[in-house]
């Protein structure tokens, strides 16, 4: 289980143009509309999972809660 607080900066490093249609809908879900965008998420388990299938197209930071 992940850490309590913890929370994952995800940032769309490249574009969705040409992407799969499933990886499209994911990076939308997360909130990464355009390249260069960052979202902060919490550490969860379907957080993680949406973030493997984009591995390719993001960049994920941890971040220090608060």
């Given at each position: 289980m992940p850490a309590k607080?913890?929370?994952?900066?995800v940032t769309l490093e490249r574009s969705l143009i040409d992407s799969k249609p499933v990886h499209?809908?994911?990076?939308r879900a997360l909130g990464?509309?355009?390249?260069?965008?960052?979202r902060i998420h919490e550490d969860?388990?379907?957080?993680r999972g949406m973030i493997?299938?984009?591995?390719h197209?993001?960049?994920v930071e941890e971040v220090a809660d608060g």
């Open positions: 607080g913890k929370k994952l900066k499209k809908k994911n990076a990464l509309r355009r390249r260069g965008a960052s969860t388990p379907v957080i493997a299938r984009v591995a197209l993001v960049r």
